[in-house]
């Protein structure tokens, strides 16, 4: 069932420039793609670990083909570590033909509106009713819990944000009082849910001892 929209922005790439290398392209991926990941939409401030320039058409496929796609702007995507190495090498479709990028196992989140393809349900999990769109879940494992927590760690920390700003605004001491109540303990449930959504990314012990605490 769908809960909510699976992103908030649209992606339209600016560059006009042309580089040697595809690492020199960083500071327009990360404007264009607003900072996220093109797959998964995970913001980077979430994470530690550097994002990735990813390419689409994967290098492998097109290596000694097609080798302007190794620089080609419109092959290249900001993904974060985790897509990046799910999606690997996966390819399908006719890499002699350079009339198109086209990847046909994926579709292309700028080309794409992924909000037609995908949605949050109720438990904050990327879902689809698309037959492709639920193929990508599987190829990308999106269905990681990962994936959830950073979604309700985001919307957690909007809510806090609202609560302070409504506190700092209102006139009424009761009622300033009840936001500053409500504020803190919103931002207590970030920072636990934070601490649980660093030790399911880096898949350690404190994530199973956090899920035998969220069962109880």
């Known amino acids: 069932m769908k ?3 699976f992103r908030e922005h649209d992606i339209h ?23 996220r990941c093109c797959y998964c939409n995970m ?11 990813e390419h689409f058409v994967p290098e492998k496929v097109f290596k000694g083909i097609r080798d302007d796609l190794r620089t080609d702007y419109n092959n290249l995507m900001w993904s974060c570590p985790k897509c990046n190495l799910s999606k690997g090498d996966k390819y399908k479709g006719d890499i002699r033909d350079d009339s198109k990028i086209e990847n046909e196992l994926f579709y292309n989140p700028v080309e794409t509106d992924f909000n037609r393809i995908f949605y949050r349900n109720e ?3 990327i879902d689809s009713d698309d ?3 639920r193929e990508m879940i599987n190829l990308l494992k999106l269905y990681r819990p990962v994936h959830n927590l ?3 760690l985001e919307r957690l920390e909007k809510l806090c944000n609202q609560l302070e700003e409504r506190q700092r605004v209102e006139k009424d001491l009761e009622k300033r009082q009840l936001l500053e109540s409500a504020a803190g303990k919103v931002a207590r449930k970030c920072v636990e849910i934070e601490k649980l ?3 399911v990314y880096r898949g350690t012990k404190v994530f199973q001892e956090g899920q035998k605490d969220m069962t109880v």
């Open 43 to 53: 913001p980077e401030e979430l994470v530690t670990v550097p994002y990735h320039v």
């Open 197 to 199: 959504f660093r030790a």
């Open 3 to 5: 809960y909510a929209e």
């Open 150 to 152: 950073a979604w309700l």
């Open 123 to 125: 438990l904050g999990g």
């Open 131 to 133: 037959r492709k769109g």
């Open 13 to 35: 790439r600016t560059c006009t420039e042309q580089y040697d290398a595809p690492q020199k392209y960083k500071q327009y991926l990360r404007r264009d793609f607003h900072g």
